[in-house]
């Protein structure tokens, strides 16, 4: 009843997104 395939694809993007976005920045300050 509850699940939502289309929110959880979403969900996912929005994640990968925030990844791709954090991660050089944080890989730069260690660097």
């Known amino acids: ?3 939502k395939p289309k ?3 979403a969900g996912l993007i ?3 997104i925030a ?3 954090i991660v050089p920045n944080l ?3 260690i660097g």
Do not use: N
């Open 14 to 16: 929005v994640v990968a």
């Open 7 to 9: 929110m959880r694809q």
């Open 19 to 21: 990844l791709i976005l």
């Open 27 to 29: 890989t730069g300050f």
């Open 1 to 3: 009843m509850f699940k």
